[in-house]
């Protein structure tokens, strides 16, 4: 049964130019895309996406990075979706990412590590909804 996720290629792989080469991985991986958007987040909606780690030392940076350059969302069909797509990204740290993989290929580093992928099936459809309506989704 395919079931769904929802990933951001974020803007250290855009401005890297890595837009193409990540969405053939996706691709190739045998995902379909079922949204997909290019944008801008202020520093406000980039905060309310990440506001479940506002307690964390690492919030204020984030928020600042995701809101530096252009990003790419998608809501993304598999089987088993969200398990299928976070061995599709790798680890959150690329030098302990898995050869192949899309943080292993073009991940600066930890905090610039080129994709978000949701961890559990809840949280792909709680992020999928912060960017996408149901009349978005194909």
Request: glycine share 6%; hydrophobic share 45%; net charge negative.
């Amino acid at each position: 049964m395919s079931t769904f996720t929802f990933t951001i290629i974020k803007p250290d792989a855009v401005r890297a130019s890595n837009i193409g080469n990540i969405l053939a991985m996706i691709n190739k991986a045998g995902f379909r895309i079922v949204a997909m958007k290019y944008l801008k987040l202020s520093e406000q909606q980039a905060g309310q996406f990440y506001a479940v780690h506002a307690h964390r030392p690492f919030y204020s940076e984030l928020v600042a990075f995701m809101s530096s350059g252009p990003i790419v969302t998608a809501v993304l069909e598999k089987e088993d979706a969200v398990a299928s797509f976070r061995t599709l990204i790798g680890a959150t740290n690329p030098a302990e990412a898995a050869e192949g993989t899309i943080r292993k290929l073009y991940a600066a580093n930890v905090g610039e590590n080129a994709v978000h992928g949701s961890d559990s099936d809840e949280n792909a459809q709680i992020e999928a909804n912060f960017f996408f309506s149901s009349l978005d989704r194909f």
